[in-house]
């Protein structure tokens, strides 16, 4: 782009999850083109995103007014991290109250301009951005933060709910037939009982239909791991679709955002730096997910029964607040801490820990994941296979491609409504990490993934990866239409 009086606005869902990512986004088209960018959300968000800028950016942040109690939520949870799963859809849904606040605000854009030169960048669960383009007449394009497979078989199931035409317990997807059959244990609650009457079918179905008549889709994915949901996307929606990440890989400076991080950056590091090379199992549910107080005790006895190493990142059991204190008397079996920490085979922390340091850290052999798409671009950047533990939205999904089209993940459980032992926990960890042939051929292919990765974000003169490519393409198709 030109970079004379461009202005993009990016609209990130309220979940750290897509913030990060739009962040890191932001700050490439700042790089790249030296548009204007603006980044929109509600207040708390904003000053999060605040202090994760270095001082001196021109990317500018803009408060939308939210009160979470006028939803239904709690004081001052304005992101998913803060709340329980059956409130996230609370979130969703309070977001709608913001389109007159984000309406004027693209409309005071235009006017100081003079010139529509605007365009929208706006989350896929945020599909009322669209109407908000289109009664303003400007671009709006889709940021999809997850996978192309993941999504797409999401949105069919919400757009088709194949399984209600069925009795089996597999069924398969009519506008989506190049992926084999879905079953009904990697659906969520909400899909399972939707019916197209209900509230989550009416506000789930308008989501994802206005998302996907947006101007065209930017995606956090590499285009030769997630051909098949590309392909399938661009088909679908006969619009351009640009895979450009993964986001992360721009996200160059990696916020430290507390002495307090630094110093569990620090221990983590320092106690990695004790084990062998590819000894070391990562265990984390991710940033707003944790299973049930059952299954915790299981993964417990199974980490301690497979005899390997790990670093495990604790949270409170489902049902539980997510805020309060991890109490290990309770949730755990008894002295699983100390013997833990006395053998040195387990260090067990508490609701943040440096996640790419970790996975980076040569140590490192595998990632028992909930298979969130963050951590897994993160796992596969550094060639880390994934024991795979799904709990929820298209986090089944990507656990499906991982596993059965990329041949990098082990699937140990699914759902919270699952009811895993630790014998079967600790087998599959072996046949991961005890130098089996499968456990060599996840980490081979792990490999091949991440050269997949590197070479997708090289930026060099003489040589451009597809991720770069598709942004570039990306910036010219904008600059076009918006002139």
Known sequence: MSGREENIVLFPFMAQGHLIPFLALALQIRQRTGCIVTVVNTPLNIRNLRSLLPPSTSIRLVELPFRSQDHGLPPESENTDLLPPTHVIRLVYASFSLKPSFKRLISDITQQQ????????????????????????????????????????????????????????????????????????????????????????????????LTLMSDGFLINTVEEMDKIGLEHLRRKTARKVWPIGPTFSYFINKPRISQADDAV???????????????????????????????????????????????????????????????????????????????????????????????????????????????????????????????????????????????????????????????????????????????????????????MIEDAVNDDESYKGCSVKAMDEFFYFCRRKIE
């Open 114 to 209: 003079g010139h529509p030169h605007v365009c929208i960048i706006a989350d896929m669960l945020l599909g009322w951005t669209v109407e908000v383009a289109n009664d303003l007449g400007i671009l709006h394009f889709a940021f999809i933060t997850g996978s192309a497979y993941g999504v797409a078989i999401f949105f069919s199931l919400w757009l088709e709910l194949p399984h209600r035409r069925t009795e089996s317990d597999e069924f398969s997807l009519p506008d989506f037939p190049e992926v084999s059959r879905v079953h009904r244990s990697q659906l969520s609650a909400a899909l399972l009982n939707a019916d197209g009457t209900d509230f989550l079918s009416i506000c789930n179905q308008k989501n994802a239909r």
């Open 265 to 451: 950056r620090n221990c983590c590091v320092k106690w990695l730096d004790t084990h062998p090379i590819n000894s070391v199992l990562y265990v984390s549910f991710g940033s707003q997910n944790s299973i049930s107080h059952s299954q915790m005790m299981e993964l417990a006895k199974g980490l301690e029964a497979s005899g390997k190493i790990f670093i495990w990142v604790l949270r409170s059991p489902i049902g539980f607040n997510v805020n309060e204190e991890f109490r290990s008397k309770e949730w755990l079996p008894d002295g699983f801490e100390e013997r833990m920490r006395e053998s040195n085979q387990g260090l067990l922390i508490r609701r943040w820990a440096p996640q790419l340091e970790i996975l980076s850290h040569n140590s490192t052999c595998a990632f028992l994941s909930h298979c969130g798409w963050n951590s897994v671009l993160e796992s596969l950047s550094q060639g880390v296979p994934i024991i795979g533990w799904p709990l929820a939205a298209e986090q089944f999904f990507n656990s499906k491609l991982l596993e059965e089209e990329m041949e990098v993940c082990v699937e140990v459980a699914r759902g919270n409504s699952c009811e895993v032992g630790h014998e079967q926990i600790a087998s599959v960890i072996e046949l991961v990490m005890g130098g089996t042939e499968k456990g060599e051929n996840l980490r081979r292919k792990a490999c091949a993934v991440k050269e």
